[in-house]
T-cell receptor, first 115, second 112 residues
Framework: GAVVSQHPSRVICKSGTSVKIECRSL??????MFWYRQFPKKSLMLMAT?????????EQGVEKDKFLINHASLTLSTLTVTSAHPEDSSFYIC???????????FGPGTRLTVL | RKEVEQDPGPFNVPEGATVAFNCTYS??????FFWYRQDCRKEPKLLMS???SGNEDGRFTAQLNRASQYISLLIRDSKLSDSATYLC?????????????FGKGTKLSVIP
């Protein structure tokens, strides 16, 4: 199947700093990428959908100024958590799909811990 | 009512047992259905798509009942390696958007 990578796999940062997470589709062009967040013992929750070259669409309750998403190319999307706080600590997972309704291929996730 | 609901679990079953998971969805406009498997602290991986005609992949059988808005997953001859959380996933498209909704998952532990 298609491969999606994420970097870093784990990050620990101080409160107030910004963290950038990269999501890359390695062997396909991801016209659409999705960003999810998963808190312990909870389901994945979609944060935003991004299409290459256009602004991301954020889900209700997700602050677009806090979670900056850039999908500048067909193989790379980035999520920047700005001014991170302890409540932002979570498992962030991206996925990519070649087309809007194709199967989503998930990255391995990034575990963020904000102290 | 939650958009996607699954059996609460956890399911603890002996090796070789048959186990069934159920999932219901609330939005009749939902279009595609999947089962994902998620190992502890890992990303979800697609297990299988679910079709109205039912589909089987080795020891795994998935069924969809659109009238009842119900999806099932049957695992036969459980292996220790089947231990994971199984996520029911429902998608729909509308107004140019695509939404993929995950259930909370059902944890399966296969015991030697």
């Amino acid at each position: 199947g298609a491969v999606v990578s994420q970097h870093p796999s784990r990050v620990i940062c101080k409160s107030g700093t910004s963290v950038k997470i990269e999501c890359r589709s390695l062997d396909f062009q991801a016209t659409t990428m999705f960003w999810y967040r998963q808190f312990p013992k909870k389901s994945l929750m979609l944060m935003a959908t991004s299409n290459e070259g256009s602004k991301a669409t954020y889900e209700q309750g997700v602050e677009k100024d806090k979670f900056l998403i850039n999908h500048a190319s067909l193989t790379l999307s980035t999520l920047t958590v700005t001014s991170a706080h302890p409540e932002d600590s979570s498992f962030y997972i991206c996925s990519g799909t070649p087309g809007l309704t194709d199967t989503q291929y998930f990255g391995p996730g990034t575990r963020l811990t904000v102290l | 009512r939650k958009e996607v609901e699954q059996d609460p679990g956890p399911f603890n079953v002996p090796e070789g047992a048959t186990v069934a998971f159920n999932c219901t969805y609330s939005n009749s406009a939902s279009q595609s259905f999947f089962w994902y498997r998620q190992d502890c602290r890992k990303e979800p991986k697609l297990l299988m798509s679910v079709y109205s005609s039912g589909n089987e992949d080795g020891r795994f059988t998935a069924q969809l009942n659109r009238a009842s808005q119900y999806i099932s997953l049957l695992i036969r001859d459980s292996k220790l390696s089947d231990s994971a959380t199984y996520l029911c996933v429902v998608t729909r498209t509308g107004a140019g958007s695509y939404q993929l909704t995950f259930g909370k998952g059902t944890k399966l532990s296969v015991i030697p």
